[in-house]
């Protein structure tokens, strides 16, 4: 989830205070060594104030890289 880091640097935020307001570890998170759900997906695009499909963005699936594909 580099983008959430990118969304916290560009606020100067550190994980701490992120942390402190979400009470999510955003550390496990930004590193993805830490699965989320979709209401932790939610807490963090509405502390963010962005959409959730921006986060999804320029994402390439194994299915989007299928050459059989119609």
Same mark, same amino acid.
């Given at each position: 989830?580099?983008? +959430?880091?990118?969304? #916290? @640097?560009?606020?100067? +935020? *550190? @994980?701490?205070?992120? =942390? /402190?307001?979400? #009470?999510?570890?955003?550390? #496990? %998170? !930004? *590193?993805? #060594?830490? /699965? %989320?759900?979709?209401? *932790?997906?939610? %807490? +963090?695009? /509405?502390?963010? &104030?962005?959409?959730?499909? !921006?986060?999804? @963005? &320029?994402?390439? *699936?194994? =299915? =989007?890289?299928? !050459? /059989?594909?119609?």
């Amino acid at each position: 989830m580099g983008r +959430l880091k990118e969304y #916290r @640097q560009a606020r100067n +935020l *550190t @994980q701490e205070t992120v =942390s /402190d307001h979400t #009470r999510l570890n955003v550390g #496990r %998170i !930004e *590193t993805g #060594r830490h /699965d %989320i759900s979709l209401s *932790t997906l939610a %807490i +963090l695009c /509405d502390y963010y &104030d962005v959409p959730p499909g !921006e986060l999804f @963005q &320029d994402i390439v *699936t194994h =299915s =989007s890289c299928r !050459e /059989d594909r119609p």
